[in-house]
């Protein structure tokens, strides 16, 4: 009874922070960058990227806070289930973790530091600009970052609700 609590609740949490992470990287970032760019602002992309830290920061904490979360549960709600399945679920999340405190603690930490040392918005900045390229680069891996905490967040959703729908996955 306590190990179907667990699951659910472990499978709501994913759950939230998935959809999230989705509505943010698909609908948020974007729209926020192309409403402040369509205002004709001079400094529309580091308006934008501004918000879009401080929401980031708020998924990030959260996927890493909540990954850890799940591990300890994981440890104990599993202990019935086959070696493997049991390992691949904490891999996922252990790749969850590790993957969302990169991005916040790590990326977005340097990103920022970039940004003021530019002490200009980065709008001003010109594209050949050491600094910005290195931006640039930091961006897209913290994008990739997200892009696989997102899955293997997915792969442990799956993995939890098979178990939840009592499919024969533990030991006879």
């Given at each position: 009874m306590m190990e179907k609590f667990l699951r659910t609740i472990s499978l709501l949490l994913l759950g939230v922070w998935l959809g999230a992470a989705i509505?943010?990287?698909a609908a948020?970032?974007?729209n926020l960058f192309d409403v402040l760019r369509g205002a004709d602002l001079p400094n529309a992309n580091a308006l934008a990227g501004s918000i879009v830290t401080r929401l980031l920061a708020?998924?990030?904490r959260g996927g890493f806070e909540i990954s850890l979360l799940l591990l300890v549960i994981s440890f104990f709600?599993?202990?019935g289930v086959k070696p493997l399945l049991r390992f691949a679920e904490m891999i996922s999340l252990t790749i969850m973790a590790i993957m969302t405190a990169l991005g916040h603690w790590v990326i977005a930490a340097?990103?920022?530091a970039l940004r003021t040392a530019m002490q200009l918005p980065i709008d001003q900045i010109a594209p050949t600009d050491p600094r910005r390229a290195a931006?640039?680069?930091?961006?897209?891996?913290?994008?990739m970052m997200m892009g696989i905490a997102m899955v293997a967040a997915l792969a442990a959703f799956l993995m939890i609700?098979?178990?939840?729908?009592?499919k024969p996955d533990v030991r006879d």
């Open positions: 509505f943010f990287g948020v970032a974007p708020i998924i990030n709600a599993t202990r340097r990103m920022l931006f640039e680069n930091l961006h897209r891996y913290s994008v609700a098979t178990r939840l729908r009592g």
